[in-house]
């Protein structure tokens, strides 16, 4: 008798705990000054009868990157129509809200929220909320700026998350139809990883450390092979391998360099250093 009273407070006390996060997201996204992908929004609501007129409204204002408005009519549904079906989708609403203005730590965590308590909502049996999570993390990467170092040679760890989450993304939910996106959107994450591992073995290969060369080119061949940087990395690798008196492995990536990108502009140099190590 008292271990179901415990799990029912239990229950009760994450459920109160659960509502009460949403009152303070609410209040987070009421008060910002403007949009990280959008506009300031004037944040005037007029609130009327049901759910689901105020939920369109709120949706609306989405649409028109009114994150402040939004916010407003989703936290209204949520007070005032709590076992509404426009209740639970206002939460995940509210975790959009919260990306299109740019707070996408915060977006993250609530787009996790709303996978954890409604596990079987078509929203996330579509994959939408996890395609979220990760399309969050590509926007936090690290831009480019012409003052600044490339983002290439920047700490990758929200690079590296993205590219979790996307991977999580298309094994879970093969038909979803945001695989296109999704998809893409790893194409560039993987790129981006590639180019920093490539960026290291090159500070390695210069600094005559032909060990570490070889260790993160091989991770990039395991990990980021087709994406760009195969044939610049045999080559390489090759090199590092001989340079630490391995004439054998040296041998095996230039062939591979060779066989399988005979058009690339360091095939005929393979060749060449082939042609010696037969000799």
Known sequence: MERRLLIS??????MSV?????????????????????????????????????????RKELKEKDWIAAAKYFS??????????????????MADAEF?????LQAIDSYKLFIKFHPTHEMVANGYATFRIGESYVKMLPSDFWLLPPSYEKDQSATADAERELKLFVKKYPKSPYMAKAREMLKK???????HEWYVANFYWERNKPRGTQIRLRR???????????????????????????????????????????????????RQELAKLSR
């Open 9 to 14: 407070m239990s229950s009760k006390f994450q």
């Open 100 to 104: 299109g203005a740019g707070h996408y």
């Open 189 to 195: 994450v993987s790129f981006r990883l590639a180019k």
């Open 18 to 58: 659960h509502a009460a996060r949403w009152v303070v997201v609410a209040s987070a996204v009421t008060i910002m000054a403007c949009g990280g992908d959008g506009k300031a929004g004037t944040g005037a609501v007029k609130y009327s009868v049901s759910a689901q007129q105020n939920y369109e409204k709120g």
């Open 220 to 270: 990039l061949l395991d990990r980021y092979s087709g994406v760009g940087y195969d044939g610049d990395a045999l080559w390489l690798l090759g090199k590092a391998y001989l340079r630490t008196g391995l004439r054998d492995r040296a041998r095996i990536e230039w062939q591979k360099l060779v066989d399988n990108h005979p058009d690339h502009d360091r095939a005929g140099d393979a």
């Open 76 to 93: 209204f549904i949520k007070a005032r129509f709590p076992y509404s079906k426009y209740a639970v989708l206002s939460e995940l609403r």
